[in-house]
């Protein structure tokens, strides 16, 4: 029989990461459903800007580039 291991090892993810992924999964699963559903909100906004700027790389933060659809 094997032992539990005492950490969890997630390919690709760094020792650093592991709080925010914690602190990602507390938000989605905290008990009042706003909170979910604002975080949830908040990594599509996120998506979406990352996606944006992959499109443009060469828009900077306040250099007056606004992206409307």
């Known amino acids: 029989m094997r032992k539990p ?5 997630m390919i690709g993810i760094q020792p650093a990461e592991l709080p925010w992924l ?3 999964v507390a938000l989605l699963r905290h008990p009042d459903p706003s909170t ?15 996606a944006r700027s992959a499109l443009h790389p060469s828009a900077k933060p ?8």
């Open 62 to 69: 306040g250099d007056g580039y606004l992206h409307c659809s």
């Open 5 to 9: 291991r005492a950490g969890t090892v």
């Open 36 to 50: 979910p559903e604002l975080t949830r909100r908040a990594l599509l906004y996120l998506h979406d800007a990352a």
């Open 22 to 24: 914690r602190m990602l």
